[in-house]
């Protein structure tokens, strides 16, 4: 891998704005818009087989796609052959699929099991059999013949390809997708806030785990803590389902609140309900916004780990998540604050990003918004750019194991 370059990812999404995968590619290529080098090409792919190969169950992102931009004459390098099959999808540029050495090497992937897409062609004009060998056909949907592009692939009745939309810059452009069934990769659109009318309430479910969260915070009895969330069915088994997913690693099946506790102690507890929070919206739900939170907060957590005490970075984990609570719950951040009695260190990291934990979470959003800054940031935090990528990767698995 290259001396200090930090993995950027773009989430893919559907028509439900649940994430499906994430292009990967580095972050001074996608900040040039310019085409990645065969170095630079085999230094990801080594990475990204690295981190995503698990001998024991197969790809870690589990049925989530990811995207990497190559071109022909590499797709039988050993470095894109290292990558899983299964939830790999090599993007190729239109231009540079001309030749019968291209196509050879386009169906042997394909053989292999890797998907194949297609960027920058104009599905009026390409050749019509070279779709019978790509899985998706992407095109960005700010050119002017869009529609026309849509409707020549419609024709076509292709049901084993894909067309996907990119450059989706708006949330007007993304439901333009959504109505017509197509994916979308959306940059950083998920972040930005929804057109229309949010709460300024939080509802009764939400109430409660806040609720059960001050509790916790206090150490109150377990009994108490059961007795609050027997009020509600659906939340207790969603925490159990969550307590019991392989991303907690336990050895043994979680059956009560009370065992929980008693294998687990109260810091993992409040941390679990701080995932339930984010999950107990009906404002406004946003999965792909959702499933962000989650990873931001993993992600600053496995940032903090080597230099913080445990609990400490079990705490970076609710201010990650909680970064986003306010967009989540369609409640501003100040209203949020006003109903739980956060630490003043997790406080400070979500109003202003400063404190002890405010600059692990800065440095994870960072990467999110693809920051020149990264760098800057990273490097003043003694982190390096493979510890921030390793945790990163680590962050998109460990979203995976959850039952979100």
């Known amino acids: 891998m290259q001396a200090e370059t930090f993995i ?40 990204v087989a690295d981190q995503l190969n698990n001998t024991e169950s197969g790809a870690l992102l589990g049925d989530q796609i990811v995207f990497i931009e190559v071109s022909p004459v590499m797709l039988e390098h050993e470095a894109i052959c290292a990558l899983p099959p299964k939830g790999t999808v090599l ?21 292999k099991g890797y998907g194949i897409s297609l960027r920058g062609v104009d599905i009026a004009t390409m050749d019509k059999g070279l779709l019978a060998h790509v899985t998706h056909v992407e095109t960005p949907i700010g050119t002017a013949n869009f529609a026309a592009q849509v409707q020549h692939f419609r024709s076509l009745n292709m049901l084993t390809v894909r067309m996907v939309a990119r450059e989706v810059e708006t949330w007007q452009a993304y439901d333009l997708c959504a109505q017509i069934g197509l994916y979308a990769f959306v940059g950083n659109l998920h972040l930005t806030p929804r057109p229309g009318n949010h709460s300024r309430e939080l509802n009764p479910a939400q109430a409660m785990i806040l609720q059960l969260m001050d509790m916790v915070r206090k150490n109150a009895d377990v009994r108490q803590l059961e007795n609050v969330l027997k ?21 043994c099946e979680i059956q009560s609140l009370k065992h929980a506790v008693t294998m687990l102690g109260y810091s993992p507890l409040y941390r679990w309900l701080a995932l339930l929070l984010a999950t107990a919206t009906t404002t406004g739900y946003s999965p792909v916004l959702m499933h962000t939170a989650v990873i931001r907060g993993r992600f600053a957590e496995l940032l903090g780990s080597t230099f913080l005490p445990r609990n400490e970075a079990e ?80 962050a998109l698995a460990w979203a995976q194991s959850i039952k979100l």
């Open 315 to 394: 705490n970076l984990f609710v201010a990650g998540m909680f970064s986003l609570l306010d967009k989540l719950l369609g409640v501003p951040m100040e209203d949020v604050l006003e109903k739980i009695q956060l630490s003043e260190s997790v406080t400070q990291a979500l109003l202003s990003r400063d404190g002890i934990y405010g600059p692990f979470l800065a440095l994870a959003e960072a990467c999110e918004l693809n920051s020149a800054k990264v760098d800057a940031m990273a490097t003043s935090l003694c982190i390096s750019a493979k510890q921030v990528n390793e945790s990163q990767m680590a």
């Open 91 to 111: 993007a190729l540029r239109g231009d540079d699929v001309h030749d019968e050495t291209a196509i050879a090497a386009i169906q042997s992937a394909r053989a």
């Open 8 to 47: 950027v990812r773009e989430p893919l999404v559907n028509s439900q704005e649940r994430v499906l995968g994430y292009e990967l590619s580095w972050q001074h290529v996608k900040l040039e818009q310019r085409r990645p080098s065969q170095a630079e090409v085999v230094a990801l792919a080594q990475f």
């Open 231 to 251: 009020r509600d069915a659906a939340l207790s088994y969603k925490l159990l389902r969550y307590i019991n997913s392989a991303g907690f690693g336990l050895g």
